[in-house]
């Protein structure tokens, strides 16, 4: 096919020359990296294919179950495939997980209780945590359940603070939490091996801690899971990375079968655990996104590495950077000024399938200190591995991007962003 087709037709769709040639450079010069990439998801669709086979995945696993839900083989099997992809005894996977940080919750109050601490050596936890934690006083929380909670800082270079977070574990300490994406901050994000490194260290002090890992946006970006370099617990969304784009709800927690079970206890209620919990229709899309999600993870992966390369060659910071490695499909751009960062998110919306037509606005949403604007055209209401930015609407003005479910979509996604700049000259193509 002609490359002049594809031209016009992004000219259809809005996208000018000028832009259309600057970025067709810059990814004709990433195959290198993208082939890179391709290998990993090549490897982890070999891993989820493997485990579905060996579980003895079939036609019935995808029926619905309703009520209570006895014997949902689909469920229990879909369970045990996640065990055997995590490398774990066992997991669970439940539409009643309403969302990552409900995950979180069920993991965190299922194994701690009253007189435990929890400690985070890896600094603040995602912004919801801090009322799941009591950080920020908050009615259910840990806190007013008797757990102490303790935090070690990063040092300034990223590092571990080993000195302090040996001074941190005491006879008390029950769980230690590691956060593998950045999420929205700016430390960097922890490759498995660092967070293998994290955990010999604490087990080192105190064998019998649990360490558990937020996994959240990290899942098949790597060869490997935290679950394989001693992570006792992983836990995330299924409207993230393992859901493929085609969960429409849901969450998982992956571990050793106690702490799972715990979980489940705190899930459902002590005596029913993982024995409830009809699955409604939700089998047949958990199963076909989880076994969509390691292409669709790459597609979001060459999608950030595409917009660092873009924007950073248009002289804008970028972390990650345009060439560095890669832990999770977060990308920021800090644009210097809330046009731009307006201009971006209008641009990320204007490509989207769905609500396209929608011109998204900064407003002040609650729990953020600043007007903040989110751009979202996503089949799944607030799914981040479907293309969607946001950025608050504050000094750095930097904006957050991330997903894609496919590398076309991402693509045409963050042309759009810069056509918005361009046309409105916040931005000069070189
Ligand atoms: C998204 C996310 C969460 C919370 O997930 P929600 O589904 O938004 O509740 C927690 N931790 C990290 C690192 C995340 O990226």
């Given amino acids: 096919m002609e490359i002049a087709m594809t031209r016009e037709m992004y000219k259809e769709m809005g996208i000018d020359s000028e832009v259309f040639d600057f970025c067709q450079k810059i990814a004709s010069g990433l195959t290198e990296r993208f082939s890179k990439i391709d290998q990993i998801a090549e490897y982890n669709q070999l891993k989820v294919v493997n485990a579905m086979q060996q579980c003895r995945a079939s036609e019935a696993c995808l029926y619905a179950s309703s009520g209570y839900g006895y014997?949902?083989?689909?469920?229990?099997?879909?369970?045990?495939?996640?065990?055997?992809?995590?490398?774990?005894?066992?997991?669970?996977?439940?539409?009643?997980?309403?969302?990552?940080?409900?995950?979180?919750?069920?993991?965190?109050?299922?194994?701690?209780?009253?007189?435990?601490?929890?400690?985070?050596?890896?600094g603040k936890p995602y912004d919801t945590l801090e009322e799941v934690i009591g950080i920020?006083?908050?009615?259910?929380?840990?806190?007013?359940?008797?757990?102490?909670?303790?935090?070690?800082?990063?040092?300034?270079?990223?590092?571990?603070?080993?000195?302090?977070?040996?001074?941190a574990i005491n006879e008390k300490t029950k769980l230690v939490t590691i956060q593998r994406s950045k999420g929205y901050q700016t430390r960097p994000t922890l490759s498995v091996a660092r967070i293998g490194e994290l955990i010999s260290f604490v087990k080192e002090i105190k064998p019998d801690v649990i360490c558990m890992v937020d996994n959240c946006y990290g899942e098949f970006v790597e060869t490997m899971e935290p679950t394989d370099v001693g992570a006792d617990l992983v836990v995330g969304s299924l409207i993230k990375n393992p859901g493929g784009g085609l969960a429409p709800i849901g969450g998982y927690i992956a571990g050793k079968k106690a702490y799972v079970d715990n979980?489940?206890?705190?899930?459902?209620?002590?005596?029913?655990?993982?024995?409830?919990?009809?699955?409604?229709?939700?089998?047949?899309?958990?199963?076909?996104?989880?076994?969509?999600?390691?292409?669709?993870?790459?597609?979001?992966?060459?999608?950030?590495?595409?917009?660092?390369?873009?924007?950073?060659?248009?002289?804008?910071?970028?972390?990650?950077?345009?060439?560095?490695?890669r832990h999770d499909i977060i990308q920021a751009v800090t644009l210097d000024s809330a046009e731009r960062v307006i201009a971006f998110c209008k641009g990320i919306q204007a490509a989207a399938p769905i609500d396209s037509y929608v011109d998204p606005e900064p407003w002040a949403m609650p729990g953020y200190d600043s007007d903040v604007i989110m751009a979202a055209g996503a089949f799944v209401q607030g799914s981040s591995i479907e293309l969607s930015a946001d950025g608050p609407i504050k000094p750095p003005y930097a904006v957050y991007f991330q997903g894609g479910l496919t590398w076309e979509h991402a693509k045409f996604g963050i042309m759009m962003s810069l056509q918005k700049l361009y046309e409105k000259e916040l931005v000069q193509l070189p």
């Fill in 71 to 122: 014997n949902d083989v689909g469920r229990d099997t879909l369970e045990d495939i996640y065990a055997a992809v995590f490398h774990t005894e066992a997991a669970l996977v439940r539409p009643q997980i309403a969302c990552g940080t409900h995950a979180l919750a069920v993991a965190l109050s299922g194994n701690l209780r009253p007189g435990d601490e929890l400690l985070s050596p890896v």
């Fill in 136 to 167: 920020r006083p908050s009615n259910g929380s840990l806190a007013e359940y008797g757990v102490s909670y303790r935090q070690v800082d990063l040092l300034e270079d990223g590092e571990f603070d080993y000195e302090n977070i040996r001074k």
């Fill in 263 to 325: 979980a489940a206890y705190r899930l459902t209620s002590p005596g029913l655990g993982k024995e409830v919990g009809a699955t409604l229709g939700v089998n047949q899309p958990f199963y076909q996104g989880f076994f969509l999600a390691p292409t669709v993870t790459a597609n979001a992966l060459k999608g950030a590495v595409f917009a660092a390369n873009v924007y950073e060659r248009l002289g804008f910071s970028v972390v990650p950077d345009s060439r560095e490695s």
